[in-house]
């Protein structure tokens, strides 16, 4: 049974950062890529950021690039999301997800239960 618990949430103001971080647990961590998402209510959930299984390759959708950053700790099987400059419109619940494979493709097979992100104007 997978576990993803991820923390870190809050509220915050317009240009402050944050640290998500998710924990896993139940499989082999380091054999599978991670990624984080958000949803706002009443919207489909979207895709922020992926990383592979070393933590070699990355990438993130356009309205977070050079502003947030994942990485991961497979010693401590744990993905991290540091966003900085926060903005309004980052305002979401986000969640962490493990990847079938060791690349950040396609859907997720596991998604963790999320955390708030608040960001006021």
């Known amino acids: 049974q997978v576990q993803l618990i991820e923390s870190g949430g809050g509220l915050v103001q317009a240009g402050a950062s944050l640290r998500l971080s998710c924990a896993a647990s139940?499989?082999?961590?380091?054999?599978?890529?991670m990624g984080w998402f958000r949803q706002v209510s009443g919207k489909e959930r979207e895709w922020v950021s992926g990383?592979?299984?070393?933590?070699?390759?990355?990438s993130y959708a356009a309205f977070v690039k050079g502003r947030f950053t994942i990485s991961r700790d497979n010693a401590k099987n744990t993905v991290y999301l540091q966003m900085n400059s926060l903005k309004p419109e980052d305002t979401a619940v986000y969640y962490c997800?493990?990847?079938?494979?060791?690349?950040?493709?396609?859907?997720?097979?596991?998604w963790g239960q999320g955390t708030q992100v608040t960001v006021s104007s």
């Open positions: 990383i592979n299984w070393t933590g070699g390759s990355s």
């Open positions: 139940g499989r082999t961590f380091s054999s599978h890529a």
């Open positions: 997800a493990m990847y079938q494979g060791t690349y950040y493709s396609g859907s997720p097979n596991y």
